[in-house]
């Protein structure tokens, strides 16, 4: 964490950052010991392929993506731009590694002849990946690519933060429906007596919920914004004189 | 609506909340036919009774407490009392209605021998209801309760603004685990090759996270934020002149 952190008044932030890393990393790891005590293990081509799947979501889409959104928080005192790649890398491996998730239960449904796209975890899933991927693509070229206007940023901007904190949500959603599904297609008579695997997928649940909420309030604190650096503010200020005859949100 | 949001720059406001509106019945109406439609409508005795939990949820936990939650974006120009009752007796009406949905389910357990409190849908619904309950109970003291200072009041607001639009979020969750284990205890073997009950049940979950993510976008732009009438501003402005001093988030 940026040793900045402690130069201005982010009270609770720097505790609940790193708490989330500590709920984060345990929702990983409970995913890691149930897949390989309760469910096999990992590999690719054998029918443990779908193991791959719970894991890779729950790093790329749940871990990584959340991690993506705290950047802005935590690095208060970089230049914007070394924070965007920052989070546009965080970005990176986690599209690359949910991409990995996703072929991997496709080409397990595949194998076994098990039928796609019908469960609600399936669809909501869909959708929320497929907006992702809009979500890469447009914050690409309206933060990455030079030449789009301040005032175009500025008005998109809020509308990549709302989903993208809105995919993070519908994400961790996803992967509950997703453990409810294992939890009745694997151990459809021992689940309601609540065996260890049971107790152990619904901790998952409550774990993964724990990582968005204290994201989510880290992300809504109005007074733990990453503040403009000197030389963002000139620019800002300078945007706001020239726009504030027709912009009627100034006061 | 309040006819004042055409004054000032509500922008798309009043659209997205009638959207909300639209989607939030429309999620009720859904609920009402699938449940009527397919699983035998509704009785307090029968084995109907497990019905009225899902629609007293959908009803109480996710339609009225969202609305709740809108209350101080719509009416912007009346006193802060009257929006707070509005507020109030809106949680009145989902409490007592999303009650009476837990003792159906709990009573219909009862009675059927099934088992209660293994899923993760009865786990994160039980914790999400559970938080509720304290919400309500802090929200009573701080908010309705007199001889509660201003300085606390304003301390304890964002805590509650944030758990109130939190708990909303897990309920849609638990909404939809529930969608998912009653598509897999009731029709296990046609859920797969998606019947109309399978697409009703999947299409009910899209709406209820629709109307999530409308009421969330309308709550988290800043400037739909209620403004403070006049009378609230003098006070606000008293008391931050009175702590200014000891208060660092202020500049």
Redesign the interface.
């Known amino acids: 964490m940026d040793d900045s952190l402690t130069r201005e008044?982010t009270g609770l932030m720097p505790y609940l950052v790193a708490a989330s890393q500590v709920v984060g990393v345990a929702a990983l790891a409970v995913t890691g010991a149930w897949l390989s005590h309760y469910r096999g293990g990992f590999s690719w081509d054998g029918a443990e392929q779908f193991n791959v799947h719970p894991l890779c979501m729950v790093l790329g889409m749940v871990f990584l993506c959340g991690d993506a959104l705290l950047v802005f928080r935590v690095f208060r005192h970089e230049t914007k731009r070394a924070t965007k790649i920052l989070h546009g890398t965080l970005h990176i491996m986690a599209l690359i590694i949910s991409l990995v998730g996703i072929i991997a239960v496709f080409q397990f449904h595949k194998k076994k002849k098990?039928?796609d796209m019908?469960?609600?975890?399936s669809?909501?899933g869909i959708?929320t990946f497929s907006l992702y991927i809009m979500q890469w693509i447009l914050g690409f070229i309206m933060f990455f690519l030079p030449g789009v206007g301040y005032a175009l940023k500025s008005r998109f901007k809020?509308f990549h933060v709302?989903l993208g904190f809105?995919l993070l949500?519908?994400t961790?959603?996803t992967c509950?429906?997703g453990?409810?599904?294992k939890?009745?297609?694997s151990i459809p008579e021992e689940?309601?007596?609540?065996p260890p695997e049971?107790i152990l997928?619904?901790s998952l649940?409550?774990l993964l919920?724990t990582f968005g909420?204290v994201i989510?309030?880290i992300l809504?604190?109005e007074?733990w914004r990453r503040p403009p650096l000197p030389e963002e503010q000139a620019l800002s200020m300078d945007f706001k004189t020239l726009t504030q005859g027709d912009s009627?949100?100034e006061p």
């Open positions: 008044n098990i039928p019908y469960s609600l975890h669809w909501v959708v809020p709302f809105s949500v519908s961790i959603a509950l429906l453990l409810t599904e939890m009745l297609f689940y309601s007596k609540l049971g997928a619904n649940g409550l919920v909420l989510g309030y809504t604190r007074e009627p949100t």
